[in-house]
T-cell receptor, first 115, second 113 residues
C-alpha cells in the first residue's frame, strides 16, 4: 500500500507480557516516528529515527520501551513487562526527511490493551 | 519549548453553519503549525500546514486557518459544515527541532443535521 502500515491493529495482552508492534513506513521515507495516544489525549512523541539510528528517544517513558529500525525501513516498538498503564494507541509516522516543511504521514495505529 | 492549547474540547454545530476551532500556541522558535483530523478508528490525516509562507493557509475539504503571530493563534475555520466533518481535530506545533510534533488535546466536532 501507499501509506504507513502498522500491525497488529489491535492487541490484547496480559500484564507482564512482552509485546512487539510493527511499522512499515512509506517507501523512501528516511524519517520514522513513534507516538502514543492515550484515551482522550493528543498523541505524545516517543522516538524518532533518521535512517537506522534513533536520533531522539527522549519520549520513551522508561527502559521497558525500546524501538529498532535495523535496515532503515521497517521499525519495531518493543514493550517489556507490560503494565495496564501502557494501554494506548501506538501511532507510527514517516516523512521524507526531518525538514519542517515535510508532511508527516501517520498510520492507523496499533491499539494495545493490557489486562 | 513548545506547547499547544486547544480552547474547546467539544464544538457542536448544525450542518451548513460555519465552523471555528480555536488554537493558541507557544514556541521558542519560528513555528510550523498543522491541523490534523482523526475520524473514528482511522489514522491522523493532515488538513493543512503553515511553514512561514502565506499566513492564510488553505487545506483540504474547504478548511482554512490563519496564522496570527501577534495573537499566537492558528484557528481553523470552514464556512459551511458537512456531516462528514464530524471528527476529532488536533492542532499541532513543531519548533526548532522540526521533527518533534507537539499535539493539543484535541477538539471533538459534532455536526447536527
Amino acid at each position: 500500500g501507499a501509506g504507513v502500515s502498522q500491525t497488529p491493529s489491535n492487541k490484547v495482552t496480559e500484564k507482564g507480557k512482552y509485546v512487539e508492534l510493527r511499522c512499515d513506513p512509506i517507501s523512501g521515507h528516511t524519517a520514522l516516528y513513534w507516538y502514543r495516544q492515550s484515551l482522550g489525549q493528543g498523541p505524545e512523541f516517543l522516538i524518532y529515527f533518521q535512517g537506522t539510528g534513533a536520533a531522539d528517544d527522549s519520549g520513551l517513558p522508561n527502559d521497558r520501551f525500546f524501538a529498532v529500525r535495523p535496515e532503515g525501513s521497517v521499525s519495531t516498538l518493543k514493550i517489556q513487562r507490560t503494565e495496564r498503564g501502557d494501554s494506548a494507541v501506538y501511532l507510527c509516522a514517516s516523512s521524507p526527511g526531518r525538514n519542517s516543511g515535510n508532511t508527516i504521514y501517520f498510520g492507523e495505529g496499533s491499539w494495545l490493551t493490557v489486562v | 519549548a513548545q506547547s499547544v492549547t486547544q480552547l474547546d474540547s467539544h464544538v457542536s454545530v448544525s450542518e451548513g453553519t460555519p465552523v471555528l476551532l480555536r488554537c493558541n500556541y507557544s514556541s521558542s522558535y519560528s513555528p510550523s503549525l498543522f491541523w490534523y483530523v482523526q475520524h473514528p478508528n482511522k489514522g491522523l490525516q493532515l488538513l493543512l500546514k503553515y511553514t512561514s509562507a502565506a499566513t492564510l493557509v488553505k487545506g483540504i475539504n474547504g478548511f482554512e486557518a490563519e496564522f496570527k503571530k501577534s495573537e499566537t493563534s492558528f484557528h481553523l475555520t470552514k464556512p459551511s459544515a458537512h456531516m462528514s466533518d464530524a471528527a476529532e481535530y488536533f492542532c499541532v506545533v513543531s519548533g526548532g527541532s522540526n521533527y518533534k510534533l507537539t499535539f493539543g488535546k484535541g477538539t471533538l466536532l459534532t455536526v447536527n443535521p
